[in-house]
């Protein structure tokens, strides 16, 4: 795979891809129409970060690339792959525990904070694709 060099785009499968980890410049695109809602991408070496109608959605540092995200109200699955591991945080719904898969590993339960927001790491590098699936417990 490699970045997304539109920044943002949708899927043939109606999944949507995001992030562009090779950026020396940060680039954003706004405005982005996706089932009704209006996104917004931030990306470049450093950090990519995704906002859903003003809301924050995903972030990761340093900047990665997002393939075919999905989301409803219990599950959050996407792939990621970046140039070295990244810390990435996801918006879930707050206060509630959730199950983190990584390429199909159970790396245990988290707990979201009273804003929504669930943190881990992912060991990305040497263009490996990272498969991340969070099913809510």
């Known amino acids: 795979m490699a970045a997304v060099k539109e920044l943002i785009r949708t899927e043939e499968n109606g999944n949507i891809s995001f992030g562009d980890y090779e950026l020396a410049q940060k680039s954003k695109l ?3 129409q996706y089932q009704g809602d209006v996104y917004k991408v931030k990306t470049f070496k450093e950090i990519t970060k ?21 989301q409803d109200g219990n599950v959050m699955s996407f792939r990621v792959e970046g140039p070295e591991d990244a810390q ?14 990584i390429d199909g590993m159970d790396t245990g339960k988290v707990k979201t904070n009273l804003g929504g927001k669930l943190s881990f790491s992912a060991e990305l590098g040497n263009s490996a694709v990272v498969e991340v699936k969070i099913e809510k417990c």
């Open 50 to 70: 995704l906002e859903r109608n003003g809301m924050f959605v995903y972030e990761s540092v340093p900047g990665t690339a997002v393939f075919d995200l999905v």
């Open 30 to 32: 706004s405005d982005f």
């Open 88 to 101: 990435i945080t996801v918006e879930m719904e707050a206060d509630s525990e959730y199950r983190v898969f």
